[in-house]
Every structure is written in structure tokens, then in C-alpha cells.
């Protein structure tokens, strides 16, 4: 056991990535294989499945002698400026504007007689922060982010996180019960695109707020969430239930260009560097030790 201790220390990186592919792909792939109808329980368990990278992560400080309890305890950090907590719970909004004025002007056709209920936001923003995406940042931002900044800037830290993450999903994608199992290939793509740019604007809310993941989960939940708002009009988008591709197509593409257009505005106010106009969380501040005593001595 001490050995395989040392060895994950010694390969943190690796060993967090193995392990959280290893959990959600195993969990997410078998219940693709199994075939189960989409239902409360298959959602509990496709949630369930994306504990894998919090799970590596906790392997990983476990294995180094690091502190459990500083690294979630960033998923605690509430005491943040006020103006942090306005742009996690605002910028989602932004984003939605932006994409329902660009799908306007690109004639994309709408519907503004039937608003889902504030409740159903609610219910989406708090399941979304703790099962149903939220819970990933604790590992890709909690954890990864920290130890690629280290050693890289925070843009490039923030694709490389980005590729991980997008890759992790592939079980989602073959499950064709799941909402990216029924998306066409263009729709995959582009989401792809918006992960990559999501995951920049993800890292400037961490690096902002000095390490505050339950910021960067409720971001996530707030982003994830606004799909529910977006007034396209789903006679038209799906006529006699037959996706329309071209207006889908647009749909896509609008929704996808304002998290691009952000991210990259974010890269030119802040710089690449650090994504932030402070310093970056260190892989201290994510509860590991500064390095093994092997490390040391090489």
C-alpha cells in the first residue's frame, strides 16, 4: 500500500485523471450498456457517476498526505466579495440574452406566451450545483486547475482542464438516452467548442474569488441552467417532431458564440497569465503538500 501511495504522490496529475475516468466512465458506460430509460433514477445515477473527479482528487491528497479538509473546504468558501456572487448568478443571464438576441437577428422564430416557473430555476441551480455538474468543479477546478497553474499560465491551464473534461464525457455521448446521446453531430461539436470556453470563463471565477469552488459550481449550475429560459420556439424547432435542422443549427451556434465571445474578452481584460488581477490559488490552497520528500531530494 505505501508503494502505491508513493507512486500516485509521485504522479498526481495521471492518477487523479485515471481515477476520475475510471469511476464515471465505469458507472456512466454500464448504464449506457444496460440500455435503462431515461427516469429519475438513471439522472441520480448519471450524477452519481460524475463524482469521478472528486474522488480522484480526494485519492490523490489521501495518497501525498495533503489535507482533506482545505481542499473541500473551497467548496465552502461563501465569503467572498459581494460583486462575485452577482457575476456568478448574472453572467448566466448575460449569456442567455446574448444568444436569444443573436438567434432574433439571425431570424430564429420565438415564442413569449409560456415562461417556465421560477421554482423549476431554483430546483435546477441547487440539483445543478451539488449532482448535476457542480460537484465535477471540486475536481477539475478544485484540484487540477491549481496544480496546471503551477507550471502553466491560467489560459493554457485552462484548456488543457477543458480537454480533459470534454473527454471525460464520451460515455454521455453514447448513451442515447441522455440529453448530449441525442444531439447531432454539429450540436456536439459545438458544444465542445463551449466547454473549452467555459472552462476559461470557469477559471477566472476561481482565480478571481481566491479559490472558491461553490462560486465556480453555482456559475456552472447558472450556465447549465438557462437552456430551460431560452424562448425558440419548439413548434417551429421541432415540427410534427421532426428537428428542424437548420433552425436547430442556429440555435446551437447562438448559444455557443457568447460564452466564446466571453471567454475571449476575459483572456484580453485580464491576460492569459492569470485570468485574474490576483494571484492564483496554489496547489496548497487545494490541500497539497508543497512536494514529497523524493521530489525534494531529485
Known sequence: MSSVRAWVDQHRLLSFVAIAYVFTWTIQGALAYSGMEASWTHSILIGFGGFGPPIGAAVVIWASGGSLRTWVGQMFKWRIRAKWWALALGVPFVILSLGVLLFVLAGGPIDLTEFESPFIYLF??????????????????????????????????????????????????????????????????????SILAGSILWTWMYNSTGGSVLAVAVFHAGINAMGIFHPADQDALLPNGVPDPWLNLLAEVTGALPLVLIAILLAV???????????????????????TESEATE
Open 124 to 193: 435546477a441551480m441547487v440539483w445543478g450545483t451539488v449532482w448535476g455538474g457542480g460537484q465535477e468543479d471540486l475536481g477539475w477546478r478544485g484540484f487540477m486547475l491549481p496544480i496546471l497553474q503551477d507550471s502553466y499560465s491560467a489560459l493554457t491551464s485552462s484548456v488543457i482542464v477543458g480537454v480533459t473534461w470534454a473527454a471525460w464525457h464520451l460515455p454521455l455521448f453514447l448513451n442515447a438516452t441522455t440529453t448530449h446521446g441525442g444531439w447531432p453531430l454539429s450540436q456536439q461539436l459545438l458544444w465542445m467548442v
Open 269 to 291: 481584460v485580464y491576460g492569459g497569465d492569470r485570468l485574474a488581477n490576483r494571484e492564483p490559488p496554489t496547489p496548497q490552497d487545494a490541500g497539497l503538500p508543497p512536494e
